[in-house]
C-alpha cells in the first residue's frame, strides 16, 4: 500500500457543517501532488515541473474555498500554509470566532456539534442545516429547533454594551449548554 508516502501537511478546518481534516502530498522529486479533503482524494497530480505554486479546492457543504500554498524556503526544504477563503488558516478561524457560535452537547450517549452562524442565524448540527423558528421575546429572540426528541433553543440577548453586543446562548431541555472552544 503506497498511500501517504509523500504527506507533508494536515490541518483540521472547523467549519459550520463540521471539522473537515485536509491532508496534502508533496513528492519533491517526482513534483506529485496529492489532496485529501475527510480522507477523500479531490485533487491529484502525478507530475509537476514545477515544485513550487499552489492548489485549490472546495472543502464542505457550503464549497468553502481552499488553497494550499507551495513555497520554497531553502535548497529543498518547501512549506506548505493553508488559505480559507483567501485568509490564512489563522486569521479565518479569529474572524469566523466573531461570526459564529460553536457548542459541543452530549444527547443520549451521541455527541452534536452545533454551530449558529450570526449573520443569517442559521444553525448547523453534525453537519445539518437545521429547521427553526425564531421568534421575538421580551429580552431579545429565541431561535427553537429539535435535536432528535431534544428541544433546542439559542437565545439572543444585548449585552447592553456596544462593545460585546449580542449575547448567545444555547438552551437544551432547559440547560445552558456552555460554549466551546475550537
Wanted: charged residues 30%.
Amino acid at each position: 500500500l503506497e498511500k501517504m508516502t509523500d504527506l507533508v501537511a494536515v490541518w483540521e478546518v472547523a467549519l459550520s457543517d463540521g471539522v473537515h481534516k485536509i491532508e496534502f502530498e508533496h513528492g519533491t522529486t517526482s513534483g506529485k501532488r496529492v489532496v485529501y479533503v475527510d480522507g477523500k482524494e479531490v485533487i491529484r497530480k502525478e507530475w509537476m515541473f514545477k515544485l513550487v505554486g499552489k492548489e485549490t479546492f472546495a472543502v464542505g457543504a457550503a464549497k468553502t474555498k481552499a488553497t494550499i500554498n507551495i513555497d520554497a524556503v531553502s535548497g529543498f526544504a518547501y512549506e506548505y500554509t493553508l488559505e480559507i477563503n483567501g485568509k490564512s488558516l489563522k486569521k479565518y478561524m479569529e474572524n469566523r470566532s466573531k461570526i459564529t457560535n460553536t457548542w459541543v452537547v452530549s444527547l443520549g450517549g451521541t455527541d452534536y456539534r452545533i454551530v449558529l452562524e450570526k449573520d443569517t442565524m442559521d444553525v448547523w448540527c453534525n453537519g445539518q442545516k437545521m429547521e427553526t423558528a425564531g421568534e421575538f421575546v421580551e429580552d431579545g429572540t429565541e431561535t427553537h429547533f429539535s435535536v432528535g426528541n431534544h428541544s433546542c433553543c439559542i437565545k439572543a440577548v444585548s449585552s447592553g454594551k456596544r462593545k460585546e453586543g449580542i449575547i448567545h446562548t444555547l438552551i437544551v431541555d432547559d440547560r445552558e449548554i456552555p460554549e466551546a472552544v475550537e
